[in-house]
């Protein structure tokens, strides 16, 4: 059973930088694509960024394109989301995810999904 577990969510003023980690467990992410995405109150979930098995393959929203930066580290079975010049709009719970195969933008391709951390940025 393959879990995975968001952190470094919190509350933080606009302009400013979070790094949030997704620690997977019960089985190795290295052969799988990983993507963040974003769930704002009352709006649907969406594509925030995504990586390949590799590391060597990205894609952004284009949101957050050149702002926000994911990484992976295979040993540790991680992958990561530096947000930089974070905006209000981008308040929103983010999850991380993972799927089999190519990297995708659609949520329903994922297979796997963590509970979700908190990020609020203010004005």
């Known amino acids: 059973q393959v879990q995975l577990v968001e952190s470094g969510g919190g509350l933080v003023q606009a302009g400013g930088s979070l790094r949030l980690s997704c620690a997977a467990s019960?089985?190795?992410?290295?052969?799988?694509?990983m993507g963040w995405f974003r769930q704002a109150p009352g709006k649907e979930r969406v594509f925030v960024a995504t990586?390949?098995?590799?590391?060597?393959?990205?894609d952004y929203a284009d949101s957050v394109k050149g702002r926000f930066t994911i990484s992976r580290d295979n040993a540790k079975n991680a992958v990561y989301l530096q947000m930089n010049s974070l905006k209000p709009e981008d308040t929103a719970v983010y999850y991380c995810?993972?799927?089999?195969?190519?990297?995708?933008?659609?949520?329903?391709?994922?297979?796997?999904w963590g509970q979700g951390t908190q990020v609020t940025v203010s004005s």
């Open positions: 995810a993972s799927k089999m195969g190519p990297t995708s933008v659609r949520p329903a391709g994922y297979d796997y």
């Open positions: 990586i390949n098995w590799s590391g060597r393959n990205t």
């Open positions: 019960g089985r190795s992410m290295s052969s799988y694509a």
